[in-house]
Every structure is written in structure tokens, then in C-alpha cells.
């Protein structure tokens, strides 16, 4: 016969966060998750804190550019710079590749885009329509084509990004 493994524990919410992580990284981390204004209350129940406490880091992260603040709406809410985000994965990119290595790879990404470009005939994604065929497996096909297409965007904008952050020593702007 089998065994089965113990029963979990009742407190769920305890074991989310690893022993060590201080109240500014679970917030931290519950920010960074939050994708439409949330309320400070909700983020610090995801955090496992006081609603003192939440609002008090996130107000940090707000002034680090980290998240956003709608302190207009009542309870005051929250949600990440996605600005940050793009910011901060352009800056790995230009930590890791040099200037050439990231010039080759906007290059390459450029010709897939011109790729999609050709086959759609438009250079926007979203006028695509990917329904106006009966066959499913075309649409499938469609939509998948679309998503790598607006993908192919996105990178092209974090290489430029990671290109210009090379090239200024760190910075978007040159000093």
C-alpha cells in the first residue's frame, strides 16, 4: 500500500514566504504581482502585514518608480510600473551582451518583423483580424502569428532601450 504524504498545514498563508523574507520584500514581491490598481488593505493581506506597514512600503516604492499610487481612491491602491519592469530587463540585456551582440539581435528581430509585416500586409498587429476564417486550426494559427508579432515589438523596444543604456554608460540620455 501507497503512503500518503502528512496533511498539509491549515496556515497556507504562513508558508507562502520564505523564513527570512522582511516585510519591504513580501510587499515588494505582492507589488511587483499587481497588474490593476489594488488597495493598500488587499496587497497587505497578500503580504502577510499590517495595512500600516503595506502602505508604508509601498509609499517607498512609489518614490523609488517602482509602483504607481492612486492616493485619490479610497482606500488608497496600487499597481506596478510596468515602466520599471521594461526598464530594469533593458538594463540586464545591456549588462550581458555588448553594443554589437545587441545591434545583430534588433537586426535579426527587424527581419521577422518585416516577416509578419509581408504576411499580413500592415505593419500593425492589431488591425489583423485572426477570426475571419471558418477553419480553427487557421485561427489558432493566426493568433499565434499575432502573438509572436507583437513579442517580436517588444523586444525590439528593450534591445533599443538596452542599446541606448550601452551606449550612455548606463544612462537613456548621454551626459
Same mark, same amino acid.
Given at each position: 500500500?501507497?503512503? @500518503? ?6 496556515? &497556507?498563508?504562513? =508558508? =507562502?514566504?520564505?523564513? $527570512?523574507?522582511?516585510? @519591504? ?18 496587497? &497587505? ?31 488608497? !491602491? ?7 519592469? %521594461?526598464?530594469?530587463?533593458?538594463? !540586464? ?18 527581419? !521577422?518583423? *518585416? ?6 500586409? *500592415? ?13 480553427? %486550426?487557421?485561427?489558432?494559427? =493566426? ?7 507583437? $513579442? ?24
Amino acid at each position: 500500500m501507497a503512503q @500518503f504524504d502528512p496533511a498539509p498545514e491549515s496556515d &497556507a498563508a504562513q =508558508r =507562502r514566504w520564505q523564513e $527570512g523574507t522582511d516585510t @519591504f520584500g513580501r510587499v515588494y514581491d505582492v507589488a511587483l504581482g499587481v497588474t490593476s490598481p489594488t488597495a493598500y488593505t488587499e496587497i &497587505a493581506e497578500l503580504a502577510d502585514c499590517s495595512p500600516n506597514a503595506a502602505k508604508k512600503h509601498l509609499e517607498r516604492l512609489t518614490e523609488m518608480g517602482i509602483v504607481r499610487a492612486d492616493r485619490d481612491s479610497r482606500p488608497a !491602491q496600487y499597481e506596478r510600473n510596468d515602466g520599471y519592469l %521594461e526598464w530594469q530587463e533593458a538594463s !540586464q540585456i545591456a549588462d550581458e551582451l555588448s553594443i554589437d551582440e545587441i545591434i545583430d539581435r534588433v537586426a535579426a528581430l527587424e527581419e !521577422q518583423l *518585416t516577416e509578419y509585416e509581408e504576411q499580413f500586409g *500592415t505593419t500593425d498587429p492589431t488591425a489583423v483580424s485572426v477570426v475571419e476564417h471558418d477553419d480553427h %486550426e487557421m485561427v489558432h494559427e =493566426r493568433m499565434t502569428a499575432i502573438s509572436e508579432w507583437q $513579442g517580436i515589438i517588444r523586444e525590439i523596444r528593450l534591445y533599443e532601450l538596452a542599446r541606448q543604456l550601452s551606449q550612455n554608460d548606463g544612462h537613456l540620455i548621454p551626459a
